[in-house]
């Protein structure tokens, strides 16, 4: 497959103009309900399927198929990024408002730490083909290990990253708006929503771990294995409010996950030295366990609502008064001033 220049530069322009947009659509701080979460969901998918269709059309149907199937891969993977982010919000209490501003710089982040693994990915792959070995034998253990814990979810409150983060950078326990830096007293202080970001960060470093040697499973291609990582990630934030009210009633999907990475392992392992499983057989049993999770899912919690995840009695974080906003005011028309300069 041969990718021009071109081509990665008016790819990696078209996903940094959609970001664009999204921030300039949110950027007032507003709770963001299920309807207009489901119109962006929808926009997204049709933003990533349709440059599928592209890819389909220029590079043929074996490039295309193995975009859609790293596509629904990474997509099916992020849903558990979801969950974890509602943990993340539920415990410190994150104001729905200020959640989204959270979300996008993680994503983000997500994007630019995916395409250095990416990168990376691809290098290692052609100078040791053995490495392939080690990904497959990785993706195998992940899937046996999400099995054995499909019950067990993070607990923010023992986070390594957070603890860390707490004793080394000065902070406030109060949420001052949208706000990640705050000045008090001549001192720059750290806000609670710049805690949750890095925490945000950091899960999404080991969502990484396991996603990225996933999709090269199905393409060791880095434009697909990047663009379709990207297209996954753009809709992510839309998917977190139209379904953080709905993970009590995936009760499978944690299952179907790990069994698509023992699958993906599998056909992995099998391509190296024995057979090369068809991506469209691949894509076909991917979205079947998938499928077949969620329809499993739904059927068991058919009748029960959305539920919001139940917030701790004491959270570690609290909003700022009047009063502690009001001594930010000099300071935020100091610097309007300098803008408008």
């Given at each position: 497959m041969d990718v021009t220049l071109g081509v990665w530069t008016a790819s990696i322009g078209a996903i940094v103009a959609m970001l664009l947009v999204d921030l300039v659509a949110h950027r007032r701080a507003h709770v963001?309900?299920?309807?207009?979460?489901a119109a962006w969901s929808a926009?997204?998918?049709?933003?990533?399927?349709?440059?599928?269709?592209?890819?389909?059309?220029v590079y043929g149907a074996t490039a295309g198929q193995a975009y859609?199937?790293?596509?629904?891969?990474?997509?099916s993977l992020a849903v558990?990024?979801?969950?974890?982010?509602?943990?993340?919000?539920?415990?410190?209490a994150v104001p729905r408002q200020y959640q989204h501003?959270?979300?996008?710089?993680?994503?983000?982040?997500?994007?630019v730490l995916r395409g250095g693994f990416i990168a990376a990915g691809a290098v290692l792959i052609e100078r040791f083909s053995w490495i392939l070995y080690v990904f497959a034998a990785f993706l195998l253990f992940t899937g046996y290990r999400m099995l054995r814990q499909r019950d067990e979810h993070l607990d923010p409150e023992r986070s390594r990253a957070l603890r860390l983060f707490r004793r080394y950078v000065p902070m406030t326990d109060a949420f001052h708006g949208q706000r990640l830096l705050v000045r008090s007293r001549g001192v720059v202080l750290a806000t609670p929503l710049l805690a949750v970001l890095v925490l945000v960060e950091v899960t999404d470093l080991v969502f990484a771990v396991d996603s990225i040697p996933a999709i090269f499973a199905v393409t060791d291609e880095p434009f697909l294995v990047f663009t379709a990582n990207a297209f996954a990630l753009l809709g992510l934030r839309a998917m977190y409010?139209?379904?953080?009210?709905?993970?009590?009633?995936?009760?499978y999907l944690k299952i179907g996950l790990a069994l698509v990475l023992v699958w993906v392992?599998?056909?992995?392992?099998?391509?190296?030295?024995?057979?090369?499983?068809?991506?469209?057989?691949?894509?076909?049993?991917?979205?079947?366990?998938?499928?077949?999770?969620?329809?499993?899912?739904?059927?068991?919690t058919r009748g029960q609502g959305r539920r919001s995840l139940p917030a701790p009695q004491d959270p570690p974080f609290r909003l700022a008064t009047d009063e502690e906003t009001a001594r930010l005011e000099p300071l935020l028309r100091r610097r309007a001033r300098a803008r408008t300069r």
């Open positions: 963001i309900g299920v309807r207009e979460a926009a997204w998918i049709a933003i990533g399927v349709t440059f599928g269709v592209v890819v389909w059309q859609f199937a790293g596509y629904l891969i990474e997509k558990d990024n979801v969950f974890v982010w509602a943990i993340i919000f539920s415990y410190f501003r959270v979300l996008f710089l993680g994503v983000l982040g997500a994007l409010f139209l379904l953080a009210d709905l993970i009590h009633r995936f009760v392992g599998l056909k992995m392992l099998v391509k190296i030295d024995l057979y090369y499983v068809p991506t469209a057989l691949s894509l076909a049993v991917v979205a079947t366990i998938l499928a077949t999770s969620v329809v499993a899912s739904l059927v068991a």
